[in-house]
Each structure stands twice: as C-alpha cells, then as structure tokens.
C-alpha cells in the first residue's frame, strides 16, 4: 500500500538525517526547514508552513528551536510590522554542505537499483501524487471550513 510504503521512507528519513546530523544538534525536522531556508531568500512563517502542509504552531515550534540554537534570525518585516522574516545566520550556513550531503547520500541508497529512467519516473509521479494531495485537502479544508 503506498501509505505504508511512503511512511517507511519518510520514518527512515527522519531516523538517518537525525542520526547522522546528532553531532550538529540538528533534528531531521530543523534540517528539512534549514534546506528550505537555503532555497528561499527571507521566508516568513506562513509561507514556510504552507510548503511543507504544516500548522503554523508546529513551524514557529522549530523556527524558536534553531532560533535558540542561533541557526536563523526572525525579525519584524518593514512591509508588514506583523510579519516576521527568517533569515539564515553564518552558523546555519557552516552546516548546508553536511545537509546536503546527507540527503544526496540517502536519495542515492533509495535510488540504488533504479535506472535514471525509473527516478525519473518515480519523481515525476510522486511529485503529481504530492499534487493531487494539496489539492484535495484544500478543497476539503474549504468545504469543512463553510
């Protein structure tokens, strides 16, 4: 069943990037935020916690974790005083080469008996299926929501 299948991957994720990552003190959640900080130039919360289909509790619970581990820096958008910016800090970045390292060394052991055609595939699929699943909880969210 694709349910069980995909909650095996994501478990096993979160139990080698934690592992491997201890020695930073960073968490497999501080580094899934930490490499989407590296994409975005000054993401603010929400935005954060739209990509990733989290509540925003859950999101400002890790931000103030690698806040407190001097990781990112929030301070108050000039746009809109009630927004908060993130920004990265030198000690974040000291650690995005180990990050991105991790998740290459893990996609390579997932991927290692598929052809590049199968990745592709599969990526193409997943990302379609990732999809369909925003979408549909959207909907569902507007429809509980009235």
Not at 44 to 58: H, T
Not at 72 to 80: A, L
Not at 106 to 119: I, S
Request: with cysteine.
């Amino acid at each position: 069943m694709l349910h069980c299948d995909l909650s095996i991957i994501v478990r096993g994720s979160e139990i080698f990037l934690s592992r491997c990552l201890s020695d930073f003190g960073i968490t497999a959640t501080e580094q899934m935020m930490l490499m989407y900080l590296y994409a975005h130039t000054n993401p603010n919360q929400e935005d954060i916690a739209k990509f990733f289909m989290l509540d925003k509790g859950s999101v400002a619970k890790t931000l103030q974790k690698l806040e407190k581990k001097r990781m990112i820096e929030r301070s108050v958008n000039h746009s809109d005083q009630r927004e908060k910016v993130i920004t990265l800090t030198d000690r974040a970045y000291a650690v995005k080469d180990v990050c991105t390292n991790l998740l290459k060394l893990w996609n390579d052991a997932l991927y290692q008996d598929l052809t590049p055609e199968e990745v592709a595939a599969f990526e193409r699929i997943a990302a379609k299926i990732s999809a369909n699943a925003a979408a549909d909880l959207e909907k569902w969210e507007s429809k509980r929501e009235r």
